[in-house]
């Protein structure tokens, strides 16, 4: 069984930074590509940064340039840095596989950016 445990997240200025991680039970995790996903307020979850098990990135234009994601196969981690955070980065964000696994989702980490 899957299960994805998402942490890190909280209240933080414009401006501000946070890193966000995802620890994954199994082996599906080393053969799988990862990303981070994000619902914000009103919203669909959206697909913000992925990686592969060989480390190439893809990014939403939304967070170009500030957010970094990055994996630890030996930990089974998956990260995601959070820099020049505005407003509108304000979600709840999950980690799963790339396209999602409908069955492992996690109960995900609240992101709020508020002065």
């Known amino acids: 069984q899957v299960q994805l445990v998402e942490s890190g997240g909280g209240l933080v200025q414009p401006g501000g930074s946070l890193r966000l991680s995802c620890a994954a039970s199994?082996?599906?995790?080393?053969?799988?590509?990862m990303g981070w996903y994000r619902q914000c307020p009103g919203k669909q979850r959206e697909l913000v940064a992925s990686?592969?098990?060989?480390?190439?990135?893809r990014y939403a234009d939304s967070v170009k340039g500030r957010f970094t994601i990055s994996r630890d196969n030996a930990k089974n981690t998956v990260y995601l840095q959070m820099n020049s955070l505005k407003p509108e980065d304000t979600a709840v964000y999950y980690c799963?596989?790339?396209?999602?696994?409908?069955?492992?989702w996690g109960q995900g980490t609240q992101v709020t950016v508020s002065s």
């Open positions: 199994g082996s599906f995790f080393t053969i799988n590509t």
């Open positions: 990686i592969t098990t060989g480390g190439h990135t």
């Open positions: 799963n596989t790339a396209p999602s696994l409908s069955s492992a």
